[in-house]
């Protein structure tokens, strides 16, 4: 069984900053991408930001030059820090994870629970 668990969320001001965290645990021989993803009161959830085992992240278009994804593999978690937050941030954050179980399975995606971002005016 594989967790994620995200951290980190709360109230701030427009402009302020947060950092989220996600740790996995449970039975994982390897994590492949990690991500994160938001869905905002009456929207379709979106990508934020994505950070593979190897190669380029990637950001939403929205986010680029005030969020970065970073990951530690050897702790299994991924962060995402958020610097100068707009009302339009406000959404719930979900951590996502490609995750294999063990050498002879298939990978599988994986979603937190979510943390809840409030960005006021």
């Known amino acids: 069984q594989v967790q994620l668990v995200e951290s980190g969320g709360g109230l701030v001001q427009a402009g302020g900053s947060l950092r989220l965290s996600c740790a996995a645990s449970?039975?994982?021989?390897?994590?492949?991408?990690m991500a994160w993803y938001r869905q905002a009161p009456g929207k379709q959830r979106e990508l934020v930001a994505t950070?593979?085992?190897?190669?380029?992240?990637y950001y939403a278009d929205s986010v680029k030059g005030r969020f970065t994804i970073s990951r530690d593999n050897a702790k299994k978690m991924v962060y995402l820090q958020m610097n100068g937050l707009k009302p339009e941030d406000t959404a719930v954050y979900y951590c996502?994870?490609?995750?294999?179980?063990?050498?002879?399975?298939?990978?599988?995606?994986?979603w937190g629970q979510g943390t809840q971002v409030t960005v006021s005016s």
């Open positions: 996502n994870a490609n995750i294999k179980s063990t050498l002879g399975d298939r990978a599988r995606n994986y």
């Open positions: 950070a593979p085992n190897i190669g380029n992240t």
């Open positions: 449970g039975s994982i021989f390897i994590i492949n991408g």
